[in-house]
């Protein structure tokens, strides 16, 4: 993984983990906290659209589509936990 791969990958996981903090109630992450959770949001989000045959798109917008799907799963699995 390269350098740019990384830092794309942390721009769209902070993007998407923020949006999805935002939108999920009940659960405050932090700024770390929704880097991690998007980023983690982004393996969850392509692995289960790819078991449903979902085509989001490419780019960037599919990538942070994907990543906050992802992201708000994560959220809402860490509300019910807590």
Do not use: K, Y
């Amino acid at each position: 993984m390269t350098a740019e791969q990384v830092l794309v990958s942390v721009f769209v996981g902070g993007i998407a983990g923020a949006v999805a903090d935002a939108v999920v109630g009940g659960v405050r992450v932090g700024c770390l906290g929704a880097i991690i959770v998007g980023i983690l949001g982004g393996l969850i989000g392509s692995w289960l659209f790819a078991q449903l045959g979902i085509a989001v798109g490419t780019g960037l917008l599919g990538s942070i589509v994907t990543a906050f799907v992802g992201a708000v799963i994560i959220l809402v699995i860490l509300r019910a936990v807590r």
